[in-house]
């Protein structure tokens, strides 16, 4: 990256592909292949690499966002030598949830590239607070999707902060779990992780445990490197919670999270901003920070 000396966001990601080497063909299906399962299956894949051909075909349909992101997978995938013979349709450039080794390192590369650390780091240390409304803007200053901007946000950021994204069980989880409770059955139900602990801070009596539902939960979450925790997927989210109320309403909201709402023991209390994801999930997007000790001493 170096190379090219960028100065200023949004990184021309079409020209690190150009130096590599590589052309870039736009592809629209014919219109009688043209279906809505297609275009969404295309806008959710939208980029592949065909190494020997030094080429990758991007969807045209595509919303720019996403195109840009896909390109600097696929330019990641072309630089890394050892990524070859893998499937050139990735599932889902920005899914930093893959468990595929190459996937990961492609995601990372990709995003290194798209919020080059250089401007990224500087751009997120002359804010003096950590808020969505940084992340946006960083989203519209540099061209990349909010959830992978906000996912770089947590990943680089020098204080305590994280970002989880929520999401309702999916069905055919409510159903196992509904029949565990029910009847007992351990039919085909994952571990949760960990036991959801929120409601053991509550007194035992007085009916209060039992009234607390465990609605939503952790699809995944990206800490900073300073962050005390570990918030694992398919942690459990009482509906008491700020995420629970940001699902329900619709709406951006503000306030703390207790630890426990995320599965910990801990006692203590993040602030939180919630918001819907609005890309047609039910998902929630949840950045959460601890005050920043160190920082207020070197004031
Ligand atoms: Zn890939």
């Known amino acids: 990256m170096t190379h090219f000396n960028f100065q200023e966001p949004p990184i021309p990601i079409e020209e690190i592909s150009k130096f590599l080497g590589l052309s870039i063909v736009d592809v629209d299906p014919p219109p009688e292949m043209a279906t809505p399962a297609l275009h969404k299956a295309l806008t959710t894949v939208p980029c592949w690499l065909e190494r020997s051909e030094k080429k990758i075909s991007v969807y045209k349909r595509a919303p720019k966002k996403r195109r840009r992101l896909g390109i600097s997978h696929e330019n990641t995938h072309f630089i890394i030598p050892y990524h070859v013979g893998i499937n050139p349709f990735c599932s889902g450039a920005d899914d930093p949830t893959s468990r595929k080794y190459t996937e990961r390192e492609a995601f990372m590369g990709g995003a290194a590239m798209l919020f080059y650390p250089k401007l990224f780091i500087e751009d997120v240390l002359s804010t003096s607070s950590i808020s969505l409304d940084i992340i946006q803007k960083l989203s519209a200053r540099y061209d990349g999707s909010l959830e992978a901007t906000a996912n770089w946000y947590a990943r680089t950021h020098?204080?305590?902060?994280?970002?989880?994204?929520?999401?309702?069980?999916?069905?055919?989880?409510?159903?196992?779990?509904?029949?565990?409770?029910?009847?007992?059955?351990?039919?085909?139900?994952?571990?949760?992780?960990?036991?959801?602990?929120?409601?053991?801070?509550?007194?035992?009596?007085?009916?209060?445990?039992?009234?607390?539902?465990?609605?939503?939960?952790?699809?995944?979450?990206?800490?900073?490197?300073?962050?005390?925790?570990?918030?694992?997927?398919?942690?459990?989210?009482?509906?008491?919670?700020?995420?629970?109320?940001?699902?329900?309403?619709?709406?951006?909201?503000?306030?703390?999270?207790?630890?426990?709402?995320?599965?910990?023991?801990?006692?203590?209390?993040?602030?939180?901003?919630?918001?819907?994801?609005?890309?047609?999930?039910?998902?929630?997007?949840?950045?959460?920070?601890?005050?920043?000790?160190?920082?207020?001493?070197?004031?």
């Open 158 to 299: 020098p204080q305590i902060c994280a970002i989880v994204i929520a999401e309702p069980p999916t069905q055919e989880e409510a159903v196992d779990e509904f029949l565990q409770d029910q009847f007992g059955l351990p039919i085909n139900v994952k571990p949760h992780t960990p036991s959801p602990s929120a409601r053991n801070w509550l007194p035992a009596s007085g009916g209060f445990r039992e009234e607390i539902n465990f609605v939503m939960q952790v699809k995944y979450s990206i800490t900073s490197i300073r962050f005390p925790k570990w918030i694992p997927p398919r942690t459990r989210i009482p509906d008491t919670s700020l995420i629970y109320k940001t699902f329900v309403t619709g709406k951006h909201c503000s306030g703390e999270i207790p630890a426990s709402d995320l599965g910990s023991s801990s006692r203590w209390r993040y602030n939180a901003e919630c918001m819907p994801m609005g890309d047609g999930s039910s998902n929630v997007m949840a950045l959460i920070w601890l005050p920043d000790k160190q920082m207020d001493l070197a004031i």
